[in-house]
């Protein structure tokens, strides 16, 4: 039995991946910001669905904005199971448009969930994970870490800002025989979307609004017509959690064939090149790869 924390479990990637390990026989608590507001539906929805199925799945607050917050949540994950083994860091949000039209708030306003959040939550998980010397940090990052696209600028910045962060830890924790790793994602049928936020500027939007118009209709078309699931991305975490210490893989590509190899081919030259200049660096041996 695994003792995982999730944030960002009231929907999307979040919620299928928590539901999924507790009803593999895992003690899971899941994040939710704001449960007795705009989350409150979706914390009596998992609390029911604990009980009826008899399965160890429990709501904690954790509002990722808030080192405080991530804080009490690790607190509270270890005071009733007295470990922790996993880490999801899944809540996120997307600010899609033009790049000139956003201000610098908006720009730190999508860093603070996507980047600080999961930076939050592993800097309080991290102190007891090194102490038990095992576990994992698992990333929900995004294809676009490695392609960007137009009009996703803001989220793939914060998304390779991520990955940057998973790759550091990855070295950097290995010593102490913790983990960190991270899944690339497609875009798939989630609710992410409907909660994007708009650049604010109308004016700065509006030069833009024919390319940022057919853009969105050409892509909308597209996962109309083959909408993916997220469940194989929740499968794919699950299978992360799961894995035996040692055999998993920095980056786990979850999406259509034709991307998956893409992304890989990039993946797979960022190592060898990781390995060449660290080598030229003097520093090799303090790389795990």
């Known amino acids: 039995m695994t003792v995982a924390l ?28 704001d449960i007795g507001g705009r989350n409150e539906k979706a914390a009596a929805e998992l ?10 799945l429990r709501v904690v607050e954790l509002d990722v904005t808030d080192q405080a917050s991530a804080d009490r949540a690790v607190a509270a994950v270890i005071d009733a199971a007295g470990r922790i083994d996993a880490v999801v860091n899944n809540a996120g949000m997307i600010f899609p448009g033009p790049v000139e039209a956003f201000t ?19 800097r309080a998980a991290l102190p007891w994970l090194r102490r038990q010397g095992s576990g994992v940090l698992i990333q929900v990052g995004s294809t676009s870490s490695r392609v ?6 803001l989220y793939a910045a914060s998304k390779a800002a991520l990955a940057g962060l998973t790759e550091a830890w ?33 004016a700065r939007m509006g030069a833009y609004a ?27 975490i699950v299978a992360l959690v799961e894995s035996p210490a040692g055999e998993r893989p920095l980056r786990t590509v979850v999406a259509p064939a034709s991307q998956r190899d893409a992304i890989r081919s990039v993946n797979t030259a960022a ?4 390995r060449a200049v660290s080598a030229d660096m003097g520093v090799a041996a303090f790389l795990a790869l």
């Open 104 to 122: 610098a708030e908006e720009a730190q306003r999508q860093f603070d969930v996507n980047v600080f959040g999961a930076l939050r939550v592993s």
């Open 6 to 33: 999730a944030s960002g479990a009231s929907t999307g990637f979040g919620r299928l991946t928590v539901e999924a390990l507790a009803r593999r026989g895992h003690q899971v608590f899941a994040g939710l910001r």
């Open 271 to 274: 190592t060898e090149a990781a």
């Open 210 to 236: 024919e390319g940022f118009g057919g853009f969105v209709a050409a892509l909308s078309e597209r996962q109309t017509q083959a909408p993916a699931d997220p469940r194989v991305v929740s499968d794919a």
């Open 148 to 153: 960007t696209i137009p009009y996703s600028g």
């Open 170 to 202: 990855h070295h950097e924790l290995a010593p102490f025989g913790v983990e960190s790793v991270i899944v690339d994602a497609a875009p798939h049928s989630t609710n992410i979307g409907v909660n994007a936020v708009m650049p604010a500027d109308a």
């Open 47 to 56: 609390a029911a669905i604990a009980a009826a199925e008899a399965i160890d």
